[in-house]
């Protein structure tokens, strides 16, 4: 057994805090759509990020290779299957397609194992610090 379990003794830098509110919100590739990158591994595809969609606002058709999950904080967002409104959440099954719209706007909270595919790209190609990103 790791010994440090046993003495209950903390991992220094174990644990990483992120300042949401000290964070701008940096476009995304699709008009309308915002993102805040609260975890991102790029060798694994994972993305944790906060999306904020202005009204209006469609997500083209695209597929999720793997799990998604989606918690709405603030408005709605829909697809064919159904709405999410704030307060709700909505997780993808893996190889499913859909296309994604908001009316009112919203912000929300996503959890990606892989990059969404759209089409010829992937993810939201943020730009960070000079830096492209797939997601």
């Not at 704030?86 to 099954?93: D, I, K, P, T, Y």
Request: proline share 7%; net charge negative; hydrophobic share 30%.
């Amino acid at each position: 057994m790791d010994p440090r379990f046993v003495t209950k003794e903390p991992t220094p830098g174990g644990s990483v805090y992120v300042k949401v509110t000290d964070m701008d919100w940096k476009p995304s590739q699709f008009e309308g759509v915002q993102i805040k990158v609260l975890y991102e591994n790029p060798e694994s595809g994972e993305l944790t990020c906060l999306l904020k969609w202005e009204p209006g606002t469609t997500l083209p058709f695209h597929q999720h290779p793997e799990l998604e999950q989606s918690y709405v904080l603030e408005g709605s967002f829909y697809d064919h299957d159904g709405i999410c409104r704030a307060g709700n959440f909505v997780w993808r099954h893996p190889g499913s397609y859909h296309e994604t719209k908001s009316d009112e706007g919203c912000i929300l909270l996503a959890v990606y194992r892989k990059p969404n595919k759209f089409g010829d790209t992937a993810g939201f190609g943020v730009e960070v610090e000079g830096e492209s990103h797939a997601n």
